[in-house]
């Protein structure tokens, strides 16, 4: 059974820090890793890894996937408090049927 | 503007009563799915459908049904024997079945309490 184990649980820094997130999994022919922000209601795209694209960035988020550690971080420099949310990652296998395995997610809270 | 829609926003059930959550979306879609949302436990899938008339369970599946009747819609019934049903209910979907899954698309989700 495919497996996603995200940490910490949950994180309170103050603006202007930088954090990592960390996701971990266990997961039969492994193709992507994907994450997700979930401010209020509906989870929004970040990015996604494949073992032909392992590092991303997008302004001040940047995530890193380490295939022989079966995981991936997810940094977020110069933190805001809009930046303040539940990060959630996910895994897809190969043969999954368009199946994705999601993480516990981490709660994020950033304090001006 | 392109996207999916999920009605009712908030929803309270009665013990032994069924209820069913709308899920519309515009995007033209192959994949939708519908996920469960509990406090600290992440996303966890109930049903997921690739192709119109067809349908997947996913992994908590029991006391839940749906239909795909129409490639844009992908309601979900919470039955009456569905033991602890209140929580989050977030619909989604993807692009192309048979291809990587790629980014999912949420509805804003539905909030259902049993009192």
């Known amino acids: 059974e495919d497996k996603v184990v995200q940490s910490p649980l949950s994180l309170v820094v103050h603006e202007g820090d930088t954090v990592t997130l960390n996701c971990s999994y266990e997961v039969t022919n492994f193709r992507s890793l994907l994450w997700y922000k979930q401010e209020k209601k509906a989870p929004t795209f970040l990015f996604m890894l494949t073992s032909s694209g392992i590092e991303k960035k997008s302004g001040r988020l940047s995530s890193i996937l380490d295939k022989k550690e079966l995981s991936s971080i997810l940094n977020i420099t110069a933190t805001q408090t809009g930046d303040s949310a539940i990060y959630l990652c996910a895994v897809e296998a190969w043969n999954a049927g368009n199946m994705l395995t999601f993480g516990g997610g981490t709660r994020l809270m950033v304090k001006p | 503007d392109g996207g999916i829609t999920q009605s009712p926003k908030y929803l309270f059930r009665k013990e032994g009563q069924n209820v069913t959550l709308s899920c519309e979306q515009n995007?033209?879609?192959?994949?939708m799915y519908w996920y469960r949302q509990d406090p600290g436990q992440g996303l966890r899938l109930i049903y997921y459908?690739?192709?119109?008339?067809?349908?997947q369970k996913g992994d908590i599946a029991e006391g839940y049904s749906v239909s795909r009747e129409k490639k844009e819609s992908f309601p979900l019934t919470v039955t009456s024997a569905q033991k602890n049903p209140t929580a989050f209910y977030l619909c989604?979907?993807?692009?192309?079945?048979?291809?990587?899954?790629?980014?999912?698309?949420f509805g804003e989700g539905s909030r259902l309490t049993v009192l």
């Open positions: 989604a979907s993807s692009e192309a079945a048979g291809r990587g899954t790629g980014e999912l698309f």
């Open positions: 995007l033209n879609h192959d994949v």
């Open positions: 459908s690739q192709i119109v008339n067809d349908f």
